[in-house]
């Protein structure tokens, strides 16, 4: 939230005091976030890109919102308070490599992670594994979704 624009983080922390939950970490939180999902049972989250970094990790992964790998099978989505406690009480199967994709989009939109690297021979390797890059298709279509919720985000 804090790279978020002003508004936007405004609007979050104004819903977090309507809520008045029993414990709230704010962005500006020292938590370590990744502490926290190593040792959680199942990570929920809003659409965060940690959940689907927890998903990766090996952690359970309950999305409540909108995300962009809800679809990829690394994590359950629900759309209502009452699934919230059958989540709970029978988590989503782990399935880290559905969260690779993700990761390939992430890295075509240009950000860089630390578990992938690029070989001499120009082949991306994760954690050991060789991956390919997306096909022009899947660039294509990611470029597209890009360009929607960019238009989505700033049509206000």
Not at 93 to 121: K, N
Not at 127 to 142: D, L, M, R, Y
């Amino acid at each position: 939230m804090r790279l978020k624009p002003a508004g936007d983080l405004q609007d979050w922390m104004a819903a977090v005091a309507a809520a008045a939950p029993d414990l709230h970490l704010d962005p500006f939180s020292s938590v370590d976030s990744y502490a926290l999902m190593d040792r959680a049972d199942v990570v929920f989250t809003y659409g965060s890109t940690a959940g689907v970094e927890a998903a990766f990790f090996g952690r359970p992964v309950v999305v409540m919102g909108p995300s962009a790998y809800d679809e990829l099978g690394c994590a359950r989505r629900i759309t209502t308070e009452d699934q919230i406690g059958a989540a709970i009480d029978t988590p989503p199967q782990v399935q880290p490599t559905a969260a690779i994709p993700y990761g390939l989009m992430m890295q075509r939109r240009g950000f860089s992670y630390a578990h992938v690297q690029r070989q001499d021979d120009d082949v991306l390797m994760l954690h050991g594994q060789p991956i390919a890059e997306a096909s022009q298709n899947a660039q294509k279509a990611s470029d597209a979704w890009r360009k929607v919720r960019t238009w989505w985000l700033t049509r206000r």
